[in-house]
């Protein structure tokens, strides 16, 4: 090959590298190559000393949930052809993704209630900080405002980027069940109000009327979610007239995986479609009349547009859009309903329990599969007593949101999804006793 | 297989293939594929799931009214639904990908047994800190890896992929700015040459994006990048080895002249895979630079994410790198989840939770397997595959530049003046030929673009047919036989698609006729 090349070594194909910045051997610090048997074990080990959350009684959520995931959703994303393939920028030899991305788009806006639903974001935080991003764009104007049941990380996540490009964020304070609170700061300046439903402490509210006053005031309605399958039971947030949808689809499809990769989901109504942000999958014919599938709608992507682009956003979550295809094709409605009736009689089975205990008082009085309950003292130190006891009791609120009030450090967020069994809520509820 | 003079396939007798009609549809192994709103049921479900007692609802008024309207698929539909489907993509582990810039090399199914073990993807992100102290050290190792792979001071893990880490940099940027009193930079330096993504990112911070020449041999032009340095300048975003495949001889002088004008030095490191264990960017005054996990590290591209793009900052910006971070202590490992303490400059939060795990666990697998020594290899190797591809296409290609490229190979399309077929018809004749088609029109400097990364998983056998495929269709364009190229590919699962139709009448959802 050197020699078709023309030259007489490697090295001198790096010529351009200015001599002082050449390495000469490897690196310093690394270890050389290790084989696989041998990675395999320092990694086992690694993930060893790891509580993972099937192997004990487990309540976790606040933004990622434990579910169970078939089988075949695993198998059919390790399809070579799905998981080493590209961005389908050549369609004719990419339509088993495209076709995907449409039917995932169809799912996700029917899911929502939404008219049209986008290829997929990073995750629900980075969804939600697009969608204020765009309602500004929209609304020619700059204010927006955060309802206290916004996820605290969503509202960071946004905040990261807001003042640099001239966004003033109201971001009001912790509150369980305080949705149109946001309301109250509606002005003739408000691009957009943030609402949530789940919110943060589970709590599900009606947003309609919260959407018709901020489209009154010429603002647009953000419905901000993290648990996606709560849509298997309530309204969803579009046929509440919610302008913008956005959130975390993790639970269909995607395993917890410590925090990512997720799939953030976004729909929105069809007259702000050319506003959006992230990849978009359109029908069109090909040459012989056939349906077929393509990209579409590029002109509002950074590669075309450049400075002038929607969102500077390029890969997006490809393959964890179509495990949540998939698993929602293995659902259906018929499936999904049911699944989320299960959630929620865990859930309301979980709310019971506890709500007997002395000293527990539940907060949340309307919810899907996760609530709030408030303990006599703060509830990171016993949810970290009570896993050194096996038991992965929730997250303590005080976790996401450290500069919260003393009384909202006592407050602790339990989800109980379809994996938690009878033992485990008698195990949470007893070990709970035992502790405060 | 034959091929008639129209490029179709044949079959024995000469009768052209094509021409078959089925009653089913289905042509041999490729399986008609309807959409499964066609002929799912919404009375079916290919899940099972246990029975239990429900109580009553807590749902208030807000039980859902509207059908979902979603069809179910049992198990075997779905499974030969998307089997269906994947046989109309072609993937890296079915053949060369050469697509430039996008790296797509072999993704070691080690990997993927490493993520998908319980410890790693069966755990919470806001698990105690003393449930997770594997996955704490799994990321402080990786973090070991990559800042001592660039030569800097520290990593922000977090960011979702390689657009994602931009804006964390130019994030980083901004806030150590503010933190010396300098709001009023607000110029970045950007070649003409550059992704999409770094103007787009600099916009999306606040940034004024000014466009800096290109000379002609390929580099950013020092004369041109001085005449715009000034008091307003926040710094340069720079792709290296750039978006021409080649390295920037003078980017050194380049770093030095930003700094000495008040900006930082973000380096887009896309093509890092170039560079690996020979250069750290560090030595080359880069202050801050993603690195695409899903590229130099080999995390599968999966159709289009999820990717991972963790971002390496100087002693300059490290203060102020996004929380979470990972921290080792006396008794183990530890989580920065707060902006106080340590972390009170922290420009803020890019993500929910942690980033991209799942990446990480496959990115440590395969900087273990490689070791210092065989990362070193894999830039080497790289290098050399573009090299060869390049000297083996000189002379029937045009190549944009003189001299060796580094990990990629680019042409113009001045071979292909006069002949009628453009650069996307060429590439269309890729596909017929089995190849995925080059990265096209990209960078957007050289005209009609033709950017060809093999990577270095490719054998010497593979590069050679894929080689005298390109020299066949390069002398079928110049001997005027466009049969191979008008309204190309012919042999794809579909033919060429209606991208006009596509954006005028956008159809992004299936509804009932």
């Not at chain 1, 639903?117 to 405002?145: F, L, P, Q």
């Not at chain 2, 887009?268 to 630079?289: E, Q, S, T, W, Y």
């Not at chain 2, 083996?392 to 001299?403: E, H, I, N, R, T």
């Amino acid at each position: 090959m050197l020699e078709t090349i023309g030259t007489r070594s490697v090295d001198a194909l790096f010529g351009d590298v200015p001599e002082f910045a050449r390495l000469n051997a490897p690196i310093d610090g690394l270890s050389s190559a290790m084989s696989e048997l041998a990675v395999s074990r320092k990694l086992s080990n690694m993930a060893a000393k790891n509580t993972n959350a099937g192997s004990v009684p487990f309540f976790c959520g606040a933004g990622a949930y434990k579910h169970h995931v078939p089988a075949s959703v695993d198998h059919i994303i390790q399809r070579s052809e799905f998981l080493t393939s590209y961005t389908p920028y050549q369609p004719e030899i990419a339509q088993g993704t495209l076709q995907s991305l449409f039917e995932f788009q169809t799912q996700v806006a029917r899911l929502l209630g939404c008219e049209v639903a986008n290829a997929s974001m990073y995750d629900g935080s980075t969804a939600c900080a697009e969608a204020i991003v765009m309602a500004c764009r929209v609304t020619k104007r700059k204010k927006v405002i955060f309802s206290g049941g916004i996820h605290p990380h969503y509202a960071a996540v946004t905040h990261s980027l807001a003042d640099n490009i001239g966004i003033e964020m109201v971001v009001l304070p912790a509150c369980v069940d305080g949705e149109a609170e946001v309301l109250k700061h509606l002005d003739k300046e408000t691009a957009a109000v943030v609402v949530s439903c789940p919110n943060v402490f589970g709590t599900i509210t009606d947003l309609s009327d919260i959407a018709k006053a901020a489209q009154e005031n010429g603002a647009l309605a953000i419905g901000v979610f993290t648990e996606v399958m709560a849509f298997g039971a309530i309204e969803p947030l579009g046929a509440m007239g919610i302008d913008i949808v956005v959130g975390e689809g993790q639970s269909i499809g995607n395993a917890l995986n410590f925090g990512g990769p997720y799939v953030g989901l976004f729909a929105c109504k069809e007259k702000y479609m050319r506003q959006m942000p992230g990849r978009l999958a359109g029908q069109t014919v090909d040459l012989d009349g056939n349906r077929g599938f393509v990209l579409t709608l590029s002109t509002r992507e950074q590669h075309i547009r450049r400075e002038k682009a929607t969102s500077n956003i390029c890969t997006n979550s490809g393959l964890c859009a179509l495990a949540f295809t998939i698993h929602l094709s293995l659902l259906g409605q018929k499936g999904l309903s049911k699944l989320a009736s299960v959630n929620h009689a865990r859930a309301c089975q979980t709310y019971d329990t506890l709500s007997a205990i002395d000293g527990v008082k539940p907060l949340t009085q309307t919810f899907f599969n996760e609530f709030a309950v408030a303990l006599p003292k703060p509830a990171a130190p016993i949810v970290d007593e009570l896993a050194k006891q096996g038991i992965l009791a929730g997250v303590p609120y005080s976790r996401i949101n450290p500069e919260c009030s003393d009384e909202m450090k006592n407050v602790l967020l339990v989800a109980a999804t379809e994996t938690v069994t009878d033992d485990d809520i008698a195990a949470l509820a007893n070990a709970l006793k035992g502790v405060l | 297989m034959a091929m008639n003079n129209i490029g179709r396939p044949t079959s024995i007798d000469g009768n052209v293939g094509e021409v078959v009609q089925t009653t089913s549809g289905s042509k041999g192994l490729l399986q008609k594929t309807e959409l499964i709103f066609e002929y799912g049921s919404k009375d079916t479900t290919g899940v099972d799931i246990e029975d239990v007692t429900t109580g009553n609802s807590r749902l208030g008024n807000l039980a859902r009214k509207e059908e979902i309207n979603l069809p179910g698929l049992s198990e075997p539909e779905a499974v030969r639904h998307y089997v269906r489907l994947s046989q109309r993509n072609y993937a890296i582990d079915l053949g060369l990908f050469p697509l430039g810039s996008c790296t797509m090399k072999h993704n070691p199914r080690l990997n993927e047994a490493m993520a998908r073990l319980p410890g790693f993807s069966d755990i919470h992100p806001l698990q105690p800190v003393s449930t997770v102290q594997g996955a704490l050290e799994l990321m402080h190792e990786l973090a070991h890896w990559l800042t001592t792979l660039t030569g800097m001071k520290s990593v922000a893990l977090s960011p979702k992929a390689g657009a994602h880490g931009e804006l964390c940099g130019m994030l980083s940027i901004r806030a150590a700015l503010d933190a010396r009193g300098q709001q009023h930079r607000k110029r970045v330096l950007v070649p003409k040459s550059a992704h999409g993504t770094n103007p787009a990112t600099a916009a999306q911070c606040g940034f004024e994006v000014d466009e800096v020449a290109q000379t002609h041999d390929g580099r950013v032009d020092l004369e041109d990048f001085k005449s715009k340095l000034g008091d307003d300048v926040a710094g340069c975003m720079i792709t290296n080895p750039n978006t021409c495949g080649l390295f920037e001889p003078q980017i050194k002088e380049i770093a030095d002249l930003i700094h000495s004008a008040g900006g930082y030095f973000y380096c887009d490191g896309a093509n890092f895979n170039a560079i690996v264990g020979k250069v750290r960017p560090a030595d080359l005054g880069v202050d801050a630079m993603h690195i695409n996990l899903h590229k130099t590290f080999s995390t599968p591209h999966g159709g289009g994410g999820p990717g991972s793009g963790p971002t390496v900052l100087s002693e300059a910006l490290a203060p102020f790198a996004p929380v979470p971070y990972v921290v080792k202590t006396s008794n183990g490992f530890d989580l920065i989840e707060n902006e106080t303490g340590e972390a009170a400059q922290a420009f803020g939060r890019m993500v929910a939770f942690h980033g991209q795990m799942g990446m990480y666990v496959r990115a440590l697998s395969y900087m273990l397997s490689h070791g210092n020594d065989g990362l070193k290899q894999v830039a080497e190797d790289a290098v050399l595959n573009a090299n060869y591809i390049l000297a083996s296409l000189k002379d029937v290609m045009s190549p944009a530049f003189d001299g060796y490229c580094m990990h990629e190979a680019l042409f113009d399309d001045h071979f292909l003046e006069g002949t009628g077929v453009t650069t996307l018809d060429f590439a269309k004749a890729m596909i017929d030929e089995g190849y995925h088609p080059m990265t096209m029109y990209f960078p957007l400097v050289v005209h009609g673009a033709m950017l060809i990364e093999p990577t270095e998983t490719e054998s010497k056998a593979t590069l050679d047919t894929f080689i005298a495929s390109m020299r066949a269709l390069a002398v079928a364009a110049k001997s005027n036989d466009k049969s191979r190229f008008d309204n190309a590919p012919h042999l794809a699962p579909s033919k060429r698609l209606d991208e006009t139709q596509a954006a005028r009448k956008p159809v992004l959802k299936w509804a009932a006729e």
